[in-house]
């Protein structure tokens, strides 16, 4: 599971709607929520198979994930959507990784679903309340489907200064299936630099580039109105854990699949509603494990550095 917020949930919303010709709103910039139905995305990752430091296993994966959202206007300054999330990880173990006792492959395919409430009420000109609650499913293929549930949310508050800048903070609480509970305050905020006249942005928290609802820190410089070049370190939240197969040696076992993507992309959008991000970059920091019932690191295991490459569809419907 990632961090929770999306991007359209940050993003503030103009005093009027805008005018029905000139061109867009620059790609980078803060966009206008558009009054639409909802908004769906599409976004697929291949990382390309890297060793498996201390082991002569090495892995690749595919990762595809989308997401349906319908909005629903209340008011003027109350939105609410009720998103689903799902993905499909598929993973390609060579030899042997290292992480169970009698060695072997741990898994060979991770699903993930979520379904959740999002609201963001505008109080004014400068504040916005952000929150979500969401249950979750996600589990290895052959694992049991009640075993994969989690539960949590994802609360906030945004302030804007003014069109150049905007600062927030996030807070993620979420349950794990090794019973725990995880907790991670995430900071956010976009800064219109002052030179080179707007052009560049420094953005934290949500990112135009990267698989799925990824957050990390990033700088866009966006050359024309509808187009913007990005590079990040995606910093992926709660990261992978999932539940292992029934059939796994560690009896209701956890895995876990964290990385820290280095990315560099482009986001084109020729509608306001409609826009495609390409990235490319390297994995690194990636480290792959097992945990046992109670959320004891059973074996764990560093992978070296991978290229990975992607891309993203997203639209109003």
Same mark, same amino acid.
């Given at each position: 599971?990632?961090?929770?917020?999306?991007?359209?949930?940050?993003?503030?919303?103009?005093?009027?709607? @805008?005018?029905?010709?000139? @061109? #867009?709103?620059?790609?980078?910039?803060?966009?206008?929520?558009?009054?639409?139905?909802?908004?769906?995305?599409?976004?697929?990752?291949? &990382?390309?198979?890297?060793?498996?430091?201390?082991?002569?296993?090495?892995?690749?994966?595919?990762?595809? &994930?989308?997401?349906?959202?319908?909005?629903?206007?209340?008011?003027?300054?109350?939105?609410?959507? +009720?998103?689903?999330? *799902?993905?499909?990880?598929?993973?390609?173990?060579?030899?042997?990784?290292?992480?169970? @006792?009698? /060695?072997?492959?741990?898994?060979?395919?991770?699903?993930?679903?979520?379904?959740?409430?999002?609201?963001?009420?505008?109080?004014?000109?400068?504040? +916005?309340?952000? /929150?979500?609650?969401?249950?979750?499913?996600?589990?290895?293929?052959?694992?049991?489907?009640?075993?994969?549930?989690?539960?949590?949310?994802?609360?906030?508050?945004?302030?804007?200064?003014?069109?150049?800048?905007?600062?927030?903070?996030?807070?993620?609480?979420?349950?794990?299936?090794?019973?725990?509970?995880?907790?991670?305050?995430?900071?956010?905020?976009?800064?219109?630099? #002052?030179?080179?006249?707007?052009?560049?942005?420094? +953005?934290?928290?949500?990112?135009?580039?990267?698989?799925?609802?990824?957050?990390?820190?990033?700088?866009?410089?966006?050359?024309?109105?509808?187009?913007?070049?990005?590079?990040? !370190?995606?910093?992926?939240? !709660?990261?992978?854990?999932?539940?292992? @197969? &029934?059939?796994?040696?560690?009896?209701? *076992?956890?895995?876990?699949?964290?990385?820290?993507?280095?990315?560099?992309?482009?986001?084109?959008?020729?509608?306001?509603?409609?826009?495609?991000? !390409?990235?490319?970059?390297?994995?690194?920091?990636?480290?792959?494990?097992?945990?046992?019932?109670? *959320?004891?690191?059973?074996?764990?295991?560093?992978?070296?550095?991978?290229?990975?490459?992607? *891309?993203?569809?997203?639209?109003? !419907?």
């Amino acid at each position: 599971m990632t961090l929770a917020p999306q991007l359209a949930w940050s993003q503030p919303v103009p005093t009027a709607p @805008p005018p029905a010709e000139g @061109p #867009p709103t620059a790609v980078g910039q803060p966009q206008p929520f558009p009054l639409v139905l909802g908004i769906f995305d599409l976004s697929g990752v291949q &990382t390309f198979p890297a060793n498996v430091a201390g082991t002569s296993g090495s892995m690749g994966s595919t990762f595809v &994930t989308g997401r349906i959202a319908p909005v629903f206007r209340v008011s003027s300054k109350l939105y609410l959507s +009720v998103p689903l999330d *799902g993905s499909v990880s598929f993973y390609d173990f060579r030899g042997d990784p290292g992480l169970l @006792p009698g /060695g072997g492959v741990p898994w060979d395919q991770v699903r993930t679903y979520a379904v959740g409430l999002q609201g963001r009420y505008r109080i004014d000109e400068h504040w +916005v309340l952000l /929150g979500e609650t969401n249950v979750a499913s996600a589990g290895a293929r052959g694992s049991a489907f009640d075993d994969t549930i989690s539960v949590g949310g994802t609360f906030g508050a945004r302030y804007q200064f003014g069109p150049e800048l905007s600062v927030g903070l996030l807070l993620t609480v979420q349950s794990r299936l090794a019973r725990s509970l995880f907790i991670l305050p995430v900071p956010t905020f976009e800064w219109v630099l #002052p030179f080179d006249q707007g052009r560049w942005r420094l +953005v934290g928290g949500g990112l135009r580039i990267g698989p799925g609802r990824t957050a990390g820190v990033g700088l866009a410089y966006s050359p024309v109105p509808q187009l913007s070049l990005h590079t990040g !370190l995606v910093l992926v939240g !709660l990261g992978r854990e999932f539940r292992l @197969p &029934t059939d796994s040696p560690i009896p209701n *076992g956890v895995g876990r699949d964290s990385a820290l993507p280095l990315l560099a992309g482009v986001d084109w959008r020729p509608t306001r509603l409609l826009h495609f991000s !390409l990235w490319g970059g390297v994995a690194v920091q990636r480290v792959i494990g097992v945990l046992d019932q109670n *959320g004891n690191i059973v074996q764990e295991r560093d992978v070296n550095p991978a290229a990975l490459l992607g *891309g993203t569809i997203a639209f109003g !419907l």
